[in-house]
C-alpha cells in the first residue's frame, strides 16, 4: 500500500476516534470507538509502528469485553410509575431535559388535563423514561411525550412501553396508540417500532396497534 492510502488509514481511524467520543449512548460510543481502534491498529501495522498497534488491540479488547457486557442477557427489570398531574419529579425531570427534549419532540409543553396518562418507566428503579398521553374518547391513546434519557436510548424501554406488561394500554382497553413526531428522528423512533402513516383527527400521523408493534 502506497504511504498516502496509509496515511488516508490513519485518519479514517482517527476520525472514528473522535466521533465515537461524540456519542451519547453507550452503545454507539462502544461500537464506534471499536471501529477506530481497529482502523487505527491496521495503520500501525501499514507503517510498522507497533507500539501503535499494541495500544490499539488493548483498546479493541477493552471495547469487546463492555460490549459483551452491555449485549449480554442480563435481567432488568421494568416497571412503570403512573403519576399524578401536579408531580413536583415530573415538573422537575422535564424541566431539566428540556433541551433535550425540545430537539426530539419539538413544541412540546407539558399541560396537566384530566385526560393524561402520565408515566415514568423505571429501569432497574431508575427513571429511564417518561412517557405522556392524551386517552381519546374512541379509545385511542395520542403520544404527547415519549422521551428516553441517552444513555437508556436502545428500544428496550420502548420495548417494555409499548407491551402488555407496563400495563399502561391494554389493561384499561387502549389498544390503539399515534403520535404526530415533530422531528425526523422521531418519525424513524415511531417507524422502527411498527407504527405506519395514517390520517387522525383531520392531519397525518403515525399509529399502530398494540399487537403490531415490535417485541
Request: glycine share 6%; aromatic share 12%.
Amino acid at each position: 500500500m502506497s504511504p498516502a492510502a496509509a496515511e488516508l488509514v490513519g485518519y479514517l481511524g482517527s476520525a472514528l476516534i473522535v466521533l465515537s467520543l461524540t456519542r451519547t449512548s453507550i452503545l454507539q460510543l462502544r461500537l464506534v470507538g471499536l471501529a477506530g481502534s481497529f482502523t487505527f491498529a491496521v495503520y500501525g501495522l501499514l507503517i510498522q509502528a507497533y507500539p501503535i498497534v499494541i495500544v490499539n488491540v488493548v483498546i479493541v479488547m477493552v471495547h469487546l469485553f463492555f460490549l459483551q457486557k452491555l449485549l449480554s442477557k442480563k435481567k432488568e427489570f421494568f416497571t412503570t410509575l403512573e403519576l399524578n398531574a401536579d408531580s413536583r419529579y415530573l415538573a422537575h425531570f422535564v424541566r431539566f431535559h428540556e433541551t433535550d427534549i425540545e430537539n426530539h419532540q419539538p413544541g412540546f409543553s407539558y399541560e396537566p388535563r384530566d385526560n393524561q396518562v402520565r408515566a415514568f418507566i423505571l429501569r432497574d428503579m431508575v427513571p429511564a423514561g417518561l412517557f405522556i398521553g392524551r386517552a381519546c374518547d374512541d379509545g385511542s391513546v395520542q403520544v404527547e411525550l415519549d422521551y428516553v434519557v441517552p444513555q437508556y436510548r436502545d428500544f428496550k424501554v420502548a420495548e417494555y412501553l409499548y407491551s402488555d406488561r407496563s400495563g399502561l394500554f391494554a389493561e384499561k382497553g387502549r389498544r390503539r396508540i399515534w403520535a404526530r413526531p415533530g422531528s425526523d428522528i422521531h418519525v424513524r423512533y415511531f417507524e422502527r417500532l411498527g407504527f405506519q402513516p395514517t390520517v387522525v383527527e383531520g392531519g397525518p400521523a403515525l399509529m399502530a396497534d398494540l399487537d403490531a408493534v415490535v417485541r
